[in-house]
């Protein structure tokens, strides 16, 4: 005997025109609050979108983000994020971090000497730390990634329009 599970019931009677106004507003509601908040509050971009430098510190020693923060403060280096990474597949013995350092000003990208220092501030916090990458993306790169990720959303929106303009009556898309 087979068991048929239903969905929706042979006889519904769903007045979905009652809650119209309803379910409209909030929709307005909800693209009102979303564009204050990116006018306020603006994007979060990472830093491929805004330039900088990103120097991945691996240590066979707990990754202290407070002392890391006070060896880079007396740097003078503005705009500094640590982040501690965690992965399971890290050995039990591996910690790392990543330090990322917003453009200076005046320059394309954080100078050689500039990572230099950082590197040396580290090292004396944790004498066991390691750099095993340094990348860095200057303001031009990200200027671009940003029009190319723009016009990516706008020709998905328009691709979107397209196939459910061609696929659906216009009265019910």
């Known amino acids: 005997m087979a068991f048929r599970l239903k969905l929706v019931p042979t006889h519904t009677n ?21 564009l204050l908040s990116v006018a306020v509050l603006g994007l979060n971009f990472g ?14 020693q707990a990754v202290d983000v407070g002392e890391y923060r006070a060896a880079l ?9 640590i982040t501690q990474v965690f992965d399971p597949t890290f050995a039990a013995d591996q910690h790392v971090a990543m330090v990322r350092i917003a453009p200076q000003e005046g320059s394309e990208a954080v100078t ?3 990572i230099a220092e950082v590197e040396t501030a ?12 340094v990348e860095s993306v200057g303001p031009k790169v990200s200027q671009e990634l940003i029009w190319k990720a723009l016009l990516s959303i706008l020709a998905g929106s328009a691709g979107i329009w397209i196939y459910v303009w061609l696929r659906f009556e216009w009265q019910f898309a």
């Open 73 to 81: 403060d007396t740097l003078g280096l503005g705009d500094v994020s």
């Open 47 to 60: 830093i491929d979108f805004k330039g900088g430098t990103t120097i991945r510190t691996e240590s066979t």
């Open 112 to 114: 050689p000497e500039v």
């Open 122 to 133: 580290l090292q004396a916090v944790d004498p066991a730390i390691t750099f095993p990458s």
């Open 14 to 34: 769903i007045d979905f025109f009652k809650w119209q106004w309803i379910t409209f507003g909030a929709s307005v509601l909800a693209v009102v609050i979303s």
